[in-house]
């Protein structure tokens, strides 16, 4: 055996290679700019219709005023940080499942891209555009009810964001793992997969009203976390210091989910090119 | 990077390839027969060797499914053989694809683009993909686009507006976007009108005579075999039937049937040595 170097013209440039998934997600949302107003409407539309709960209680008189305002603020929160997660995990199903309808897939996973690198510039662009929506979403539902974020500790929420989308980047590779899997319903299987989580993580009530059996499995979702530490930063102002322990679940479930889904989609990856699974669609 | 001593100069070299998949039978065929849907196993590939120089145009020469797309999928480092080894450059395609990878491209027989996005969006992100910088993409693409006859305009239209044709045109410069030096061409002329099929045969022929890239060419286009390739192999149920240069294998027909080497033309040889009409498609191989 001889050792040789590999003659190339420049050397590898991993931000220019995730920058360049990143820009074609980003010229994909342009040209799609309708189906985008389409879900921001539709996100809007999902908050409203769940935050009017709230109202519904008053109007009914079976809460105060003052808890009228806080469940206003909790099913405001859920529904917010649920479009914020599926948006994520959405993108990051799609990350196979895009290049399949275009037809573009062996072209993109034969080009000399680290697996780990596409992924991270997907996640990128997923993350930023959730950021965007989601705000957006917010923007537009805020004027339709009375909240008090007077007391709310904006930093821990952010800080519970940033920590947590770790856990989701890590959810959403694992979700755009199904489509590599299984080509004609891996979509489905991922929006399966969404549902549980929606189910589990009190979205829209505490975990505290389900099942005991599914409130086991409500500590394996990192959503519960993410969820619970904003509620808690935004309700209850509660401090950096006082959401150390959710912030440190959220970072234990980061450094755990993002290397095994990583692994695990090397993994998946292998199992599609021996079997013939990494072609196009159609 | 390891690589195999004695290899490095060579661009491509398959060894023994197999690849079996579960096959399934054509619904027309199984119609005909009054038989079941079944699946068996076939392969796709049935222990493939043949070595292509530095810059050599090679032609694999097939009816639709007697496995050149499989072949040029493995090459790709998009598929793994069951049996056998390739090695491109030294190095080998399953152990080592971070290395093959930067050194090859290809054209499929479908223009396959991000079809909402414009001609040059797509080429930025290929191009980057392979390392290249925004500048360096958008000059070298619209040098190539223009000798392949599209101007700037069309490279800002979205690849939806535009005809097959340009499309393909646009794939060719994807492919040669990055210099590789390897191009696995799969059927790249395929399905394009007549003036555009010459357009692409002489953009190719002109790079490998001016940058001395090696190419792989995929086809069951007889004259576009004969008028660009240096030397052709012929795959018929995934074997490699027979391998030569096109005059070798004219001249082996027309000793073998006792013919006037000018009335044996390349259709005449892949009917001689093959036992089949290249319009015959052959029984499709259905991968999962």
Redesign the interface.
Known sequence: ??????T???P??RV??G???F??QT??WK??WAWELVWLLYGVVNTLSITFIANEAAVSGVLSKREVSRLTMFLLIGTLVWAYLSAVLDDMSLTIMWERW?????????????RVIHLVGMSAFGVLHAIIRTSLILAFSLPFFHVQLAGADWVTALAVVFVGSLSVIGLGIMAGILPLLY?ERGEQMSFMVQALVLLVSGVYYSVDVLPGWLQAASHVSPATYLLRGIRDALLNGSTVSHEGSTLGVLAIFGAVLVPVSLMTFAAAE?WA????????QG | MVVQPGRQRLPLDVEDVSKVFRAKRRKSLVAARGGTQKRRSRAALDHVSFRVPEGEIYGVLGANGSGKSTLVRILSTLLLPDTGAVHIFGYDVVKQPAAVRPLLNRVSVDPSFFKPMSAMENLLFFGRAYGMSGAEVRERSTAVLARLGLSEEHAREPMLHLSRGQQQKVAVARAFLSSPRLMLLDEPTTGLDPRSKREVQSFVSEVRRDSGVTILLTTHDMDEAEALCDRIGFLSGGRLVAEGTPLELRKQVAVSTGRPLEEVDMEAVFLELTGRRIEEDEEEVEEP
């Open positions: 055996m001889t050792t040789v170097a590999v190339r013209s420049r590898p440039r220019a290679l920058w360049a998934f820009e074609r010229n994909l040209r799609y275009e037809g573009t897939i062996e072209h993109t996973l034969m080009a000399p891209v680290p080509p292998r090119k021996k079997t013939g699974r990494l072609k196009r």
